[in-house]
């Protein structure tokens, strides 16, 4: 595999990682429906002036069949992400999230029939150990509460491995901005209602930090489509661990949330793994 798709995907991770502080950051002074139904529309703000400036052609029939069934996976993917982010630290519940690299492998040869070598079960097996390692302390209630924030992210990491499967379907035939287009659009109009339920005022301020939510949202999805129309599923998988050093530097410098030193040692086994895998020929 050529460096080419890593780049694309190690960027894509990072802009969604800044994302997902953004909105931690919101959901602090909004509710949360709001907040992830704002983070949706600006998305899709952002994703309709890219559709509006590429052009691609028309989606097919298969692909807006395709891209339709991806929308409440998607809704159920962010709405129990965005959740355990609200309760846990940043870094904690990228951790938990961590599993579906673990999903995607295996869904990707199962349903892909995409070849898994020994090289990607090593890199599976380093990550899902650093993974335990860092959990164990919430495992033994060392750490406090937050059950049903742990919850969410496990329920999170199983939607998001689908979600990945159902992309690589769709990213090796279709534009990645109609992709885009429609994961945040099609959630934004699922949420509509939902949100006018729970509407409160917001600044002009709150508007700007919602559509920096979403740019960086689109900017990062367009990225991570982009790579995954051109590599093996179960080969950029292991790459999404790289999220946890950027969650573990703003939850520091924007939350103060230090991580434990379980976190750091998971870390060393999840980075060993995506190391190997992204360097595999």
Same mark, same amino acid.
């Given at each position: 595999?050529?460096?080419?798709?890593?780049?694309?995907?190690?960027?894509g991770?990072?802009?969604?990682?800044?994302?997902?502080?953004v $909105?931690?950051?919101?959901?602090?002074?909004?509710?949360? +429906?709001?907040?992830?139904?704002?983070?949706?529309?600006?998305?899709?703000?952002?994703?309709?002036?890219?559709?509006?400036?590429?052009?691609?052609?028309?989606?097919t029939?298969?692909?807006?069949?395709?891209?339709?069934?991806?929308?409440?996976? &998607?809704?159920?993917?962010?709405g129990?992400?965005?959740?355990?982010?609200? &309760?846990?630290?940043?870094?904690?519940?990228?951790?938990?999230?961590?599993?579906?690299?673990?999903?995607?492998?295996?869904?990707?040869?199962?349903?892909?029939?995409?070849?898994?070598d020994?090289?990607?079960?090593?890199?599976?097996?380093?990550? @899902?150990?650093?993974?335990?390692?860092?959990?164990?302390?919430?495992?033994?209630?060392? $750490?406090?509460?937050?059950?049903?924030?742990?919850?969410?992210?496990?329920?999170?990491?199983?939607?998001?491995?689908?979600?990945?499967? @159902?992309?690589?379907?769709?990213?090796?035939?279709?534009?990645?901005?109609?992709?885009?287009?429609?994961?945040?659009?099609?959630p934004?109009?699922?949420l509509?209602?939902?949100?006018?339920?729970?509407?409160?005022?917001?600044?002009?301020?709150d508007?700007?930090?919602?559509?920096?939510?979403?740019?960086?949202?689109?900017?990062?999805?367009?990225?991570?489509?982009?790579?995954?129309?051109?590599?093996?599923?179960?080969?950029?998988?292991?790459?999404?661990?790289?999220?946890?050093?950027?969650?573990?530097l703003?939850?520091?410098?924007?939350?103060g949330? &230090?991580?434990?030193?379980?976190?750091?040692?998971?870390?060393?086994? +999840?980075?060993a793994?995506?190391?190997?895998?992204?360097?595999?020929?």
């Amino acid at each position: 595999m050529s460096f080419g798709p890593v780049l694309r995907a190690l960027l894509g991770i990072a802009l969604l990682t800044a994302m997902d502080a953004v $909105v931690k950051a919101q959901m602090q002074a909004h509710p949360f +429906i709001l907040t992830l139904f704002m983070r949706f529309a600006m998305g899709g703000v952002c994703a309709l002036a890219v559709l509006a400036f590429v052009r691609p052609a028309f989606p097919t029939r298969e692909s807006l069949i395709g891209n339709s069934i991806r929308v409440p996976v &998607v809704v159920l993917t962010a709405g129990s992400f965005f959740y355990s982010l609200s &309760v846990l630290p940043l870094a904690e519940a990228l951790t938990l999230a961590f599993l579906a690299p673990v999903f995607v492998a295996l869904l990707g040869a199962l349903m892909l029939k995409e070849r898994m070598d020994a090289r990607i079960l090593q890199a599976l097996g380093f990550g @899902l150990a650093g993974m335990l390692v860092m959990v164990w302390p919430r495992l033994q209630g060392q $750490v406090s509460g937050a059950g049903l924030g742990v919850a969410a992210a496990l329920f999170s990491a199983v939607t998001y491995a689908f979600n990945l499967i @159902l992309l690589r379907r769709i990213a090796q035939k279709e534009h990645p901005a109609i992709i885009v287009a429609f994961q945040n659009c099609g959630p934004a109009l699922v949420l509509a209602v939902p949100a006018a339920l729970s509407f409160v005022p917001l600044t002009a301020r709150d508007l700007l930090i919602y559509l920096a939510a979403g740019a960086l949202g689109v900017a990062g999805h367009l990225t991570l489509t982009s790579a995954f129309a051109r590599a093996e599923a179960s080969r950029l998988a292991p790459l999404e661990y790289t999220a946890l050093i950027w969650a573990s530097l703003l939850g520091y410098f924007v939350f103060g949330e &230090v991580p434990l030193i379980t976190t750091y040692a998971g870390a060393v086994l +999840i980075v060993a793994g995506a190391v190997a895998i992204s360097r595999r020929r």
